[in-house]
C-alpha cells in the first residue's frame, strides 16, 4: 500500500490582488518583466487584468471650438494608473506662441484623475519639430497623463481653431 509520509500537496488557494507597478522592458517592446517575478500563476481560466493608460471608448475626440482658441472634446473613457475615467463633454483653452510668427505645439491631457489639461510646448522661430520637448515640438506630456491629441498654432493672434484642426496630419496655424 502506498505511503504519503513525505508527500507534498501545493495548491492555490486564491487570487491575489497586486498593486499596479511598472514593467521594464526586454529591449524589443514585446516583452516585459516586474521585479519580483512571476506575478501570475498561469492556471487556466485565470488570466491577468492588464490595464495600460489610455483611451478606452471615444473617437475623434479633439475639434474646432466655438470661440477663439477653445477646442472641444468630445465624451470619452479612458485608463489612468489603472482606474476607469469617464471624462464628460467640455472644452479646453489653448496657448499661443508670445512671439508672432512662431511655431508652437500644445498637447491636450487626460490626468489620471479624469481632468483635462493643456500642456504647452517651447516654442520655435522657424518650423515645427517632431522631437519632445524640442524647440518648436511637442511637449513630455505628465506621468501617468493620456494624450489626446495636439494643435499646432504658428500665430500668436487669438483666433478661432479651424474646423480641421483635429484631424491628422495637423496641417492648421
Same mark, same amino acid.
Not at 16 to 42: E, N, R
Not at 77 to 83: F, H
Given at each position: 500500500?502506498?505511503? *504519503?509520509s513525505n *508527500? &507534498? !500537496?501545493e495548491i492555490e488557494l486564491g487570487q491575489q490582488y497586486h $498593486?499596479? $507597478?511598472?514593467?521594464? /522592458? #526586454? @529591449? /524589443?517592446h514585446q516583452y516585459f518583466t516586474i521585479s519580483g517575478g512571476t506575478v501570475w #500563476? =498561469? &492556471? #487556466? @481560466?485565470f488570466t491577468p487584468d492588464v490595464r495600460p493608460n489610455g +483611451? !478606452? #471608448? =471615444?473617437?475623434? %475626440?479633439l475639434s474646432a471650438g466655438t470661440t477663439n482658441d477653445t477646442v472641444r472634446i468630445a465624451a470619452f473613457t479612458?485608463? $489612468?494608473l489603472g482606474s476607469l475615467n469617464t471624462v464628460t463633454a467640455t472644452s479646453a483653452t489653448i496657448g499661443r506662441p508670445t512671439t508672432a510668427g512662431y511655431y508652437q505645439i500644445n498637447s491636450i491631457t487626460m490626468a489620471s484623475d479624469g481632468s483635462i489639461a493643456v500642456v504647452a510646448g517651447t516654442s520655435h522661430a522657424s518650423a515645427f519639430s517632431e522631437t519632445r520637448d524640442a524647440s518648436g515640438g511637442p511637449p513630455y506630456i505628465p506621468v501617468n497623463s493620456v494624450e %489626446? @491629441?495636439?494643435i499646432r498654432t504658428t500665430s500668436s493672434t487669438a483666433a478661432a481653431i479651424p474646423k480641421w484642426c483635429c484631424a +491628422?496630419?495637423?496641417p492648421w496655424t
Amino acid at each position: 500500500m502506498p505511503s *504519503a509520509s513525505n *508527500a &507534498k !500537496v501545493e495548491i492555490e488557494l486564491g487570487q491575489q490582488y497586486h $498593486a499596479m $507597478a511598472a514593467m521594464t /522592458d #526586454s @529591449g /524589443d517592446h514585446q516583452y516585459f518583466t516586474i521585479s519580483g517575478g512571476t506575478v501570475w #500563476s =498561469g &492556471k #487556466s @481560466g485565470f488570466t491577468p487584468d492588464v490595464r495600460p493608460n489610455g +483611451i !478606452v #471608448s =471615444g473617437r475623434n %475626440l479633439l475639434s474646432a471650438g466655438t470661440t477663439n482658441d477653445t477646442v472641444r472634446i468630445a465624451a470619452f473613457t479612458a485608463y $489612468a494608473l489603472g482606474s476607469l475615467n469617464t471624462v464628460t463633454a467640455t472644452s479646453a483653452t489653448i496657448g499661443r506662441p508670445t512671439t508672432a510668427g512662431y511655431y508652437q505645439i500644445n498637447s491636450i491631457t487626460m490626468a489620471s484623475d479624469g481632468s483635462i489639461a493643456v500642456v504647452a510646448g517651447t516654442s520655435h522661430a522657424s518650423a515645427f519639430s517632431e522631437t519632445r520637448d524640442a524647440s518648436g515640438g511637442p511637449p513630455y506630456i505628465p506621468v501617468n497623463s493620456v494624450e %489626446l @491629441g495636439q494643435i499646432r498654432t504658428t500665430s500668436s493672434t487669438a483666433a478661432a481653431i479651424p474646423k480641421w484642426c483635429c484631424a +491628422i496630419p495637423w496641417p492648421w496655424t
